[in-house]
């Protein structure tokens, strides 16, 4: 499951809840105005369908990226509006004892804001593949990172790959990795049978890993080639690698070079 942007950036969580929150104000007023509710009415009403629309909008964020079809996309849409309007409802059903003339008059509101609100939290998923600069753009890191662990020329490279889990280690054989992904000062092994958590850099790895089988197709993913299944065109250059496993990374367009090189494309 590829990482939640919200979960990986305290930034993105700031961000969103007070958007959150400035979503609910703004649905609160329009309600109370034009929805023709007494104004605890509309806090309370508003509270449930943002809050409906905002833990649709956060599970949606692992599934991001993945989903192709206009269609699928539409119908999960029309699906989030009509669980955010449901919700409403029967809020309003259980308060007002089955009065529903009022929220009738309101439906178009409701819908109107609530796709506008799905539109822009996809625009913010989509800002969030698409902003990261690739690993070549940032010569500092690369710089330390090289420093750091620059491999001697008579060294050879992994054929096995090691992680202590208290007091258990765990042997990973290179055929076993799927993909490596970054996490702050640590890399997360993603293989069939689970993940593993090592501390070291990616840039170790896209080193002592033999670069005919491991591709650093993005600054904070390499993966391995034998488990590529196909490379993805994915919006205006960017792409996409689903993996056998049906797992999708995003390459950037170094990576993409890159990759299309090793693999002789």
């Given at each position: 499951?590829q990482?939640?942007?919200?979960i990986?950036?305290v930034?993105?969580?700031v ?9 609910w ?11 023709g509710?007494e104004?605890?009415m509309?806090c ?15 599970l949606?964020g ?6 192709h079809?206009?269609q ?11 669980i955010?309007l ?5 809020l309003?059903?259980l ?6 003339g ?7 509101l409701?819908l109107?804001?609530g ?5 822009i ?15 070549e753009?940032i ?17 050879t ?14 042997i ?12 702050g ?5 993603f ?10 850099t990616m ?11 491991f ?5 904070s993913?390499i993966?391995?080639t034998?488990q590529i299944?196909?490379?993805?065109l ?19 367009n170094?990576?993409y070079?890159?990759l299309?090189?090793?693999?002789s494309?």
């Open positions: 499951m990482t939640h942007p919200f990986e950036s930034i993105n969580r961000v969103g809840i007070s958007l959150a929150v400035m979503a104000m703004i649905y609160s007023w329009l309600l109370f105005c034009y929805g509710e104004m605890w509309a309370l009403d508003g509270l449930v369908s943002v809050g409906l629309l905002a833990v649709a909008g956060f949606y692992y599934i991001d990226g993945t989903i079809a206009l699928i996309q539409i119908a999960l849409a029309v699906l989030v509006q009509a955010s449901a919700g409403a409802f029967e309003q059903v308060l007002e004892q089955g009065s529903d009022g929220f009738m008059d309101s439906v178009s409701r109107v804001f796709v506008l609100c799905w539109i939290l996809l625009q913010w998923y989509r800002m969030n593949r698409t902003d990261e600069p690739d690993f753009e010569p500092g890191i690369e710089a330390n990172e090289e420093q750091e662990d620059a491999v001697p020329v008579d060294e490279f992994l054929d096995r790959v090691s992680v202590k889990d208290g007091s258990r280690i765990h990973i054989h290179l055929e076993e990795l799927l993909y490596l992904q970054a996490g000062d640590y890399v997360t092994l293989t069939p049978d689970g993940q593993y958590v090592k501390e070291q840039k170790y790895f896209e080193t002592h890993l033999p670069p005919a089988l591709v650093r197709i993005h600054r993913c993966v391995n034998e299944l196909r490379v993805e994915f919006g205006k250059e960017n792409y996409q690698v689903r993996l056998k496993s049906g797992v999708c990374l995003r390459a950037s170094a990576g070079k890159l299309k090189e090793r693999l494309l």
